[in-house]
């Protein structure tokens, strides 16, 4: 869970969002709200790169970000409850550095 209320705009590519039970998809200069406490998700599932600015508030460091840039996100159904139907696995492993 998270304490901030987030928004995401998409500059350019195709996304999906998982927020809470819904999936939806994003194109090109669409935006999704998400209230605080909501399990969301932003996949890209186009053949290009998915562009996207994220606004949260209020100011301060998100734990998720730093928990999946370091691969350090807790496994799903083992330290968290699982995924909701249609989400998907994000990287519980820190990636190899070249």
């Avoid at 209230?35 to 949260?56: A, D, M, R, S, W």
């Avoid at 998100?62 to 496994?75: M, R």
Wanted: proline share 10%.
């Amino acid at each position: 869970n998270h304490e901030q209320v987030e928004v995401y705009f998409v500059i350019s590519g195709e996304g999906e969002m998982c927020l809470g039970e819904e999936m939806r998809e994003l194109n090109t200069g669409q935006a999704v709200h998400i209230p605080p406490g909501i399990f969301h998700q932003l996949t890209n599932v186009g053949e290009e790169p998915l562009y996207f600015i994220y606004c949260y508030g209020p100011a301060g460091d998100v734990d998720h970000w730093k928990q999946e840039l370091s691969g350090t996100l807790p496994k799903e159904g083992i330290d968290v409850p699982p995924l909701p139907a249609g989400a998907r696995p994000q990287c519980t492993d820190a990636p190899e550095v070249k």
